[in-house]
């Protein structure tokens, strides 16, 4: 069991950042999948950064660029880095985990097994 917490969300302007941070509860070690999905109001969840392995990184094309994921393994902590925030990035961000390597899967949401309740971010134009 892999109990994940957010924390870091938040209102900005159009432009501004936030970093959102993800504490999970077990090692964080090179055998997990994990990563930060969102859901905009009324619409499904979807992948935006996934780390996978020892530093396999893959983001969705929507916030490449703007986006950075990283892994801290001595702090056990999952962060997203949001810079040049737009209103359309708005939504619930989740973290999210697997004990399994997905592969093709990374940005599938129903692969995960483990999610934490999610943190707000709000960005107006």
Sequence with gaps: QVLLVESGGGSV???GALRLSCEASK???NTYCMGWF???PGE???GVAIIASRAYTDYADSVKGRFTISKDIAKNTL???MDS????DT???YCAASDDWLGSSLFIPA??????QGTQVTVSS
């Design 13 to 15: 302007q159009a432009g």
């Design 91 to 93: 939504a619930m961000y």
């Design 85 to 88: 925030l737009k209103p359309e």
């Design 38 to 40: 969102r859901q905009p």
């Design 44 to 46: 499904g969840r979807e």
């Design 79 to 81: 962060d997203l880095q």
């Design 27 to 29: 090692y964080t070690d």
């Design 111 to 116: 692969k995960y097994k483990y999610w934490g």
